[in-house]
């Protein structure tokens, strides 16, 4: 299914954020905030959201916009990856969030697996790290990083957190329900290539 007019909000709300970031002109400023409300109602006609919560999605955003970056931990064991159910969707995902401000990639991950399965864990290689607008992610309002992580755990044992339901290993070919915005059947295939073959490079994009 094709989400150009989602692409284009996106665009629109990018170059008015940016817009009003900069600019010094009143005129200019009161342009770009058209262009910023134009993004919110092409969302709202194509989505059915209320203005308010698009509002809360586009028009909060200040400074320069970028890419958001979203970390995953890959955690294998016997030959299973570790993943955790998330209450949000009521469906599986490999470990990780945001990145937190004041802290490296390495150190979100160790921080985000110890919170959601209670494993401590040392990040070990970065195995990929993908644009979600080349991969088959429901669409989303904001652009995503995905960087995903392997680590090798040191201690701790499974343990449900704030936002998972549930701690499991799966095996390749036995994965869940997965919670798709999240991480895909196709990446997580992709980390158990790591897996298979530790010497691979890096993967981007």
């Given at each position: 299914?094709s989400y150009?007019?989602?692409e284009?909000?996106?665009?629109i709300?990018?170059?008015?954020?940016a817009?009003?970031t900069?600019?010094k002109d009143?005129?200019?400023?009161?342009?770009?905030?058209?262009?910023?409300n134009?993004?919110a109602?092409?969302?709202?006609?194509?989505t059915g959201?209320e203005?308010?919560?698009i509002?809360?999605?586009?028009?909060n955003e200040?400074?320069y916009?970028t890419?958001?970056?979203?970390?995953?931990g890959?955690?294998?064991n016997?030959?299973?990856?570790?993943?955790?159910?998330?209450?949000?969707?009521?469906?599986?995902?490999?470990?990780?969030?945001?990145?937190d401000?004041?802290l490296?990639?390495s150190?979100n991950?160790a921080k985000?697996?110890?919170e959601?399965?209670?494993?401590?864990?040392?990040?070990?290689?970065?195995l990929?790290?993908?644009d979600?607008?080349k991969?088959?992610?429901p669409?989303?309002?904001?652009h995503?990083?995905?960087?995903?992580?392997?680590?090798e755990?040191i201690?701790g044992?499974?343990?449900?957190?704030?936002?998972?339901k549930?701690?499991?290993?799966?095996?390749?070919?036995?994965?869940?329900?997965?919670?798709?915005?999240r991480?895909?059947?196709?990446q997580?295939?992709l980390?158990?290539?790591?897996?298979?073959?530790p010497?691979?490079d890096t993967?981007?994009?």
């Amino acid at each position: 299914m094709s989400y150009k007019w989602l692409e284009w909000a996106k665009k629109i709300q990018s170059i008015s954020q940016a817009g009003l970031t900069f600019s010094k002109d009143v005129y200019d400023i009161e342009r770009y905030e058209e262009l910023r409300n134009l993004s919110a109602q092409i969302m709202r006609e194509y989505t059915g959201l209320e203005m308010q919560k698009i509002k809360d999605l586009f028009t909060n955003e200040t400074g320069y916009p970028t890419p958001k970056i979203d970390v995953r931990g890959a955690v294998f064991n016997n030959n299973k990856i570790l993943l955790v159910k998330e209450k949000i969707d009521d469906r599986w995902s490999l470990p990780g969030g945001f990145c937190d401000i004041g802290l490296s990639p390495s150190e979100n991950i160790a921080k985000e697996i110890k919170e959601e399965a209670g494993y401590d864990v040392v990040p070990t290689k970065l195995l990929a790290l993908l644009d979600m607008n080349k991969h088959p992610h429901p669409p989303q309002a904001y652009h995503y990083y995905k960087l995903f992580i392997q680590c090798e755990i040191i201690g701790g044992q499974a343990r449900n957190g704030l936002e998972t339901k549930g701690v499991h290993f799966y095996h390749e070919d036995n994965l869940p329900n997965l919670s798709l915005g999240r991480n895909t059947d196709t990446q997580i295939k992709l980390l158990f290539e790591f897996l298979r073959d530790p010497h691979k490079d890096t993967i981007f994009d």
